[in-house]
């Protein structure tokens, strides 16, 4: 599945559940992340994505994926959430993949609790991938720009945040992803079997709230991968990655 791809499931998926709202904020954005780069690819090193942004009492989409909370708190929140944690990739993406069968895109399926405090936010997360791996996944993040954030408050401001967190994937996420099976083997990409994965990242967030229409958002972050990913054939044997976004976004 592809970004257009995507961005379209996101679009219906979100029109349909939100149509009904009495109130709601809706924008659209243009961004761009190097995700790929978790591969040891020579080509498609940045995305560019073209997404819905929506803010509700209840429901929101952003970059990050579809979320419902229900609670009724301002301190904290408690949400189901819909999103995509990889990509997936087929043989004729990179010279890297040929002859390996297709990774699916994941979709996963899961809850997130954020609680709002006078330093920031802290938020922890889990979900399963129920199309491709299968598999697990989990996380905590301290600080870091709010989710669902307001885009405006009346005034020109630039919120900078910095972040860092744990991020976990279970032998199935990785090996899925990561994993290189027998019948895929080669000269130069050997069989490897991949186990969990549990990595911690800092980094720094940032919103410019320009007007009552557009909002800029930036991210990056260092990613201190887990041995068992930069292990694997399909990536290179740095102990850090650096992960980095940036997007802008309209208002209606």
Request: hydrophobic fraction near 35%; aromatic fraction near 8%.
């Given at each position: ?39 040891n ?38 949400e189901?959430?819909l999103?995509?944690h ?121 919103q ?6 557009f ?20 990536t ?17």
């Amino acid at each position: 599945m592809n970004h257009l791809t995507k961005t379209r499931l996101l679009l219906a998926i979100s029109m349909t559940l939100v149509s009904g709202a009495s109130h709601a904020d809706w924008g659209l954005r243009l961004g761009t992340d190097n995700h790929h780069q978790k591969y040891n690819t020579k080509k498609n090193k940045y995305d560019g994505l073209i997404g819905l942004e929506y803010r509700g009492d209840k429901f929101n989409a952003s970059k990050n994926g579809l979320s419902y909370d229900f609670s009724n708190s301002e301190k904290h929140a408690i949400e189901l959430s819909l999103s995509t944690h990889h990509d997936g990739f087929k043989a004729g993406d990179d010279d890297l993949f040929k002859g390996m069968s297709k990774r699916k895109t994941s979709v996963d399926i899961g809850g997130r609790v954020i609680i709002n405090t006078g330093l920031g936010s802290a938020v922890v997360n889990a979900s399963r991938d129920v199309n491709a791996s299968k598999g697990y996944e989990a996380g905590i993040k301290l600080g870091g720009i709010t989710p669902h954030a307001p885009h405006w408050t009346g005034q020109r401001k630039l919120n900078v945040a910095a972040m860092g967190g744990l991020h976990y994937q279970s032998r199935k996420v990785v090996d899925y992803y990561y994993g290189v099976k027998n019948s895929e083997a080669k000269a130069n990409r050997k069989a490897y079997k991949a186990k969990s994965a549990l990595e911690p990242y800092v980094g720094v967030e940032a919103q410019m709230n320009l007007n009552k229409h557009f909002t800029i958002d930036a991210g990056a972050s260092v990613i201190k991968r887990a041995k068992s990913i930069r292990n694997s054939p399909l990536t290179n044997n740095k102990k850090y990655r650096v992960g980095a976004n940036l997007g802008l976004s309209y208002w209606f």
